[in-house]
């Protein structure tokens, strides 16, 4: 962190600390509307033009950096990076940096190197503030006075598009560039190779070029015509410029995304929308660059990509279109699975059971790791899931005393009433924060989605058993806020701002809220994000809010399309050559990384992206021999780990994740990996592992094939094609729920069914 961005954050943080902390109620829980004496408050986002500042602000996404520091990183929109700097607005394509490491792998960057410079010319740009966003597009004002250079930047395009109040425009190259083409200097079309990398810049016609030196152009422009598109070619073919020059005057002024669940079809389509603004010429469309989560597997869109480019997510391709359309289907979960009775294991689980009954207060109680809120979700997530097993293996007294020991936990932190463990509505941000902090979750805004996802989980397990406890009027309306927190799908709002944790162009979600750093944004535990999303899902399936469920799903379903596409490259076309793990455990906006934050012990590094396991994370199954492949890297990383004199403590760390992960793949492999007696996850227990293994050896692996008319359900399939059919009806009246491959299951309202 850099000593300014420090010392504003800290000035921030100091007089909002000053304000009086009052109480609001939400049903009957309270929100504090400040810290109490000793906590500081989330900072504050100056960097917003007086519009902006009239929203909540939006932390946790890619160009965050902008909004809160004075002197702001690069932002990666890709395939481009842009950068704020007193000159102007740095424009760079980012290309591949290996960064060996001491673990003996590589780190892969796209750093934002050797930029074109593009300035104003009759004034000094002042500094960069948000002046729009749309859901993956913005503009940036560097205004100074009454003179104002703004530039919009989206993610997917190749083209920055710059309109500037007065004079000239002037481009500073990073070395000397050889014009192509033979264009003439009259020409508002300016084409260059600098080095390995091509750039075009479209001026206005009327507009002249003007080589001041090897390395600096400036556009004369005429009156009234003060704009420039700038662009970064993927290749110097004079197809490729004359496609940029027919699009190039179609400046993108806003972007949407919509989304819609078909239950018929159990699928997910979302909708990508670009309005523009022509600045001349006839052509309305843009370019949008789509990213290989978006084209991979769709043939038709795929068909309609012209060229491309490498980037730190795979190839980006373009398309000519204002808008263009996906569809990820949705293979469901259920919020639990049913007892498994008369196996050979049946006194094991009936052992493990009473341990964890008699150690459930203290897994609710904060972990010894930490007392802030995202241990005390994961302790309630592991209660409420081991709440399930124990009413499905039919011992109601246990599921009684668990249910009673999540309510309490819940109840103590909601009401306020704890002098350490509380939250806060603070309307100067936008947000709800809670105490006390970790991981920077207030200071800057991080993991919001981690944390408050296992809280949504676990209140929407609670709701399927005491849905009184969960009304509007008791404890639900406080579980509303934390959805609304990390996932308001209204556009503008102050209190909280729009998918604040989630990219919906990258199609995966954010933890840092302020995005510090030299290589962007970054995430590290894609499935708590997963875990968030399920939440959603659940929380308003059993609500009746069929729009919450459809953004749950949303989430849910591109979130997993993400996740199989960065970060276990399942179709081996992301990760580069030279990076020989399997997976990634750190994304950012320019690099990506085998590690973790806090160490470089790999069974944490594999683990940190299957936790917390649950019935919505079958999708981990979805490639078998890839979860064998995941699991041998993981062998021969701990051996190399070990080489170096170190070790895992424990040194069988996370094993019950590891075992439900390959059951996911072969379910007697991990039965059979499994130790009673090992070590376990802190969101998981003893009991939640052994059912599942216990169920997956029953019921088979996830089937991928077969879909169902209804929102929670599965399908398993076992080795020899026996397949079981799950499906929940969180409704008031009795349902049929049709399988795609011709089953159909009767489920009474409030009830799982099951059917072979």
């Not at 904060?366 to 039919?394: C, F, H, N, P």
Request: net charge negative; charged share 20%; aromatic share 10%.
């Amino acid at each position: 962190m850099k000593s300014s961005f420090a010392a504003l954050l800290a000035l921030g943080l100091a007089v909002a600390a000053g304000a009086a902390a009052q109480s609001a109620n939400v049903g009957a829980a309270t929100c504090l509307s400040a810290p109490r004496a000793g906590d500081q408050p989330p900072p504050r986002a100056p960097y917003r033009s007086p519009e902006m500042a009239r929203r909540a602000a939006p932390t946790n996404q890619w160009y965050s950096a902008l909004i809160f520091d004075p002197k702001p990183q690069a932002l990666y929109a890709q395939p481009l990076s842009v950068r704020a700097t007193p000159q102007g607005l740095e424009m760079a394509l980012p290309s591949k940096e290996v960064v060996p490491t001491e673990r003996h792998d590589v780190v892969i960057r796209y750093p934002h190197r050797d930029p074109v410079v593009i300035s104003p010319v009759a004034f000094a740009p002042g500094p960069a503030r948000l002046a729009q966003a749309g859901d993956w597009s913005i503009e940036i004002s560097m205004a100074r006075g009454a003179d104002d250079l703004r530039a919009s930047v989206a993610h997917g395009s190749p083209f920055v598009d710059f309109e500037v109040s007065r004079g000239d425009l002037r481009l500073h190259l990073p070395q000397a560039g050889v014009r192509l083409g033979g264009g003439a200097d009259d020409s508002p079309v300016l084409a260059l190779q600098a080095g390995a990398k091509a750039y075009a810049f479209f001026g206005p016609h009327g507009g002249s070029w003007q080589a001041l030196s090897p390395t600096v152009w400036q556009l004369h422009l005429p009156a009234g015509k003060g704009y420039l598109a700038a662009a970064a070619l993927p290749d110097s073919e004079p197809a490729t410029l004359a496609l940029f020059t027919a699009h190039a005057y179609a400046f993108i002024q806003d972007t949407r995304v919509a989304w819609a669940y078909d239950a018929a079809t159990s699928s997910v389509q979302t909708t990508f929308s670009a309005t523009t603004r022509t600045m001349e010429g006839p052509e309305e469309t843009p370019l949008l660059g789509l990213y290989p989560h978006q084209w991979s597997g769709n043939a038709a869109l795929a068909a309609r990509l012209g060229p491309g480019y490498d980037t730190v997510r795979g190839r980006i391709r373009l398309l000519a279109a204002s808008s263009f359309q996906t569809r990820l289907n949705y293979h469901g979960f259920v919020p639990y699975w049913p007892g498994v009775k008369g196996t050979p294991r049946d006194d094991d689980l009936r052992d493990v059971m009473k341990i964890d009954l008699r150690n459930s207060r203290r897994m609710v109680l904060e972990s010894d790791y930490g007392r802030s809120a995202y241990w005390q979700g994961k302790g309630l997530q592991r209660i409420t899931q081991l709440m399930s097993v124990a009413e499905q293996q039919g011992d109601l007294a246990m599921r009684g005393h668990l249910l009673a020991l999540a309510e309490d936990r819940i109840q103590a932190w909601f009401s306020g009433q704890d002098s350490k463990s509380y939250f806060v509505c603070d309307k100067a941000l936008g947000t709800v924060v809670s105490y006390p902090e970790e991981f920077f979750s207030v200071s800057q805004m991080n993991d919001h989605h981690f944390a408050y996802g296992y809280w949504i989980h676990a209140m929407a397990d609670i709701a399927l058993r005491d849905p009184g406890f969960a009304a509007p009027g008791k404890w639900g309306a406080m579980t509303d806020l934390l959805v609304a927190d990390i996932a308001t799908a209204e556009r503008g709002r102050s209190d909280y701002p729009f998918l604040r944790n989630f990219d919906p162009y990258e199609g995966h979600s954010w933890a840092s809220g302020v995005g510090l750093g030299d290589f962007g944004n970054n995430q590290e535990s894609s499935s708590e994000a997963v875990n968030a999303w399920a939440g959603l899902v659940l929380w308003g399936e059993e609500t009746g809010n069929r729009a919450l469920r459809d953004l749950g799903l949303y989430l849910y379903t591109t979130e997993i399309a993400s996740v199989q596409t960065y970060v276990f490259d399942l179709q081996r076309q992301v990760l580069a050559p030279e990076y020989k793990n399997v997976e990634v455990s750190q994304l950012f906006g320019a690099q990506y990384a085998h590690n973790t934050w806090w160490i470089d012990e790999p069974r944490q590094i594999h683990g940190i992206n299957l936790l917390p396991i649950t019935t919505a994370s079958t999708y981990l199954g979805r490639d078998p021999a890839y979860v064998r492949r995941n699991l041998a890297a993981l062998a021969a990383e701990t051996a190399a780990y070990e080489s170096r004199g170190r070790r895992a403590k424990p040194a069988d760390i996370w094993q019950d994740l590891f075992a439900e992960y390959l059951a996911l793949a072969d379910p007697a492999a991990g039965l059979a990996q499994w130790d009673r007696w090992g070590s376990f996850e802190l969101g998981d227990t003893r009991s939640h592992a052994l059912h599942w293994l216990l169920s997956l050896q029953r019921m088979g692996t996830p089937d991928f094939e077969v879909r169902a008319d209804t929102t929670l359900y599965s399908v398993f399939k076992t080795a020899d094609g026996h397949r079981t059919y799950l499906a929940y009806n969180a409704g008031v009246a009795p349902i049929t729920v049709h399988f795609s491959d011709g089953k159909a299951l009767d489920v009474a309202p409030h009830s799982l069914a099951q059917a072979h």
